[in-house]
């Protein structure tokens, strides 16, 4: 089955600077990765994803870069800000029913 | 649009015990997930539901959890007996099987803690 690797698993860094945060996957018939933000107690939230035929996505300051044949994929947060500390998940999915397999979390602290 | 309903949103027992968990999805969303999510983990899936039949249930303890999604809609999770290693929280989510890669949508979660 899959299996998806996040590194790091901590991450802190000051108002303003970006954040990086890089998965990695063992199946190559995944085709959709998308990547979800996890605040204290509440549930996942999508932010933003990307399908096997992109390289490439951006939406305002989160972008996520996708690697085929390496099997890796990044996300891209820049100018952080105190809201975006979060656990940060990233996921691949594959299938016609599209199975879901997370990987293990990074915890982002912006500090102010 | 309403979201995804989880009930209880914690839930205590003692070892041994039983316990359920259910679940409604969006309407018309055809796929359902249960995830089992342990503090400083990323959610586990446990069952995988396309309307009322089973797509995957690779990683469902069978000999204690079980799940069901009659109709096709609400689904329940059972574990029975709880160990000391179930507590976490199990979140539910569901999908609109429409396109190939649409997006979760998760409930609010149930906090199970087995003392």
């Known amino acids: 089955g899959e299996n998806v690797e996040q590194h790091p698993s901590t991450l802190s860094v000051q108002e303003g600077d970006s954040a990086v945060i890089k998965c990695t996957y063992s199946?190559?018939?995944?085709?959709?990765f998308p990547w979800y933000k996890q605040e204290l107690g509440k549930r996942p939230q999508l932010i933003i994803d990307?399908?096997?035929?992109?390289g490439e996505k951006k939406d305002q300051r989160i972008a996520v870069t996708l690697n085929k044949t390496a099997k890796h994929f990044s996300l891209h947060i820049t100018e952080t800000q105190p809201e975006d500390s979060a656990v940060y998940f990233c996921?691949?999915?594959?299938?016609?029913?599209?199975?879901?397999?997370f990987g293990t979390g990074t915890k982002l602290q912006v500090i102010p | 649009e309403a979201g995804v309903a989880q009930s209880p949103r914690y839930k205590i027992i003692e070892k041994r015990q039983s316990v359920a968990f259910w679940c409604n999805p969006i309407?018309?969303?055809?796929?359902l997930y249960w995830y089992q999510q342990i503090l400083g983990q990323g959610p586990k899936l446990l069952i995988q539901?396309?309307?009322?039949?089973?797509?995957?249930d690779s990683q469902l303890p069978k000999d204690r959890f079980s799940a069901e999604r009659l109709k096709g809609v609400d689904s329940t999770l059972k574990i029975q007996p709880a160990k000391l290693e179930d507590s976490a929280v199990y979140l539910c989510?569901?999908?609109?099987?429409?396109?190939?890669?649409?997006?979760?949508?998760f409930g609010p979660g149930t906090r199970l803690t087995v003392l």
């Open positions: 989510a569901s999908r609109n099987s429409g396109g190939n890669y649409n997006e979760q949508f």
């Open positions: 199946d190559s018939a995944s085709n959709y």
């Open positions: 990307i399908r096997s035929n992109v």
């Open positions: 996921a691949a999915s594959s299938g016609g029913y599209q199975k879901v397999t």
């Open positions: 309407s018309g969303h055809a796929t």
């Open positions: 539901f396309q309307n009322n039949g089973v797509v995957d």
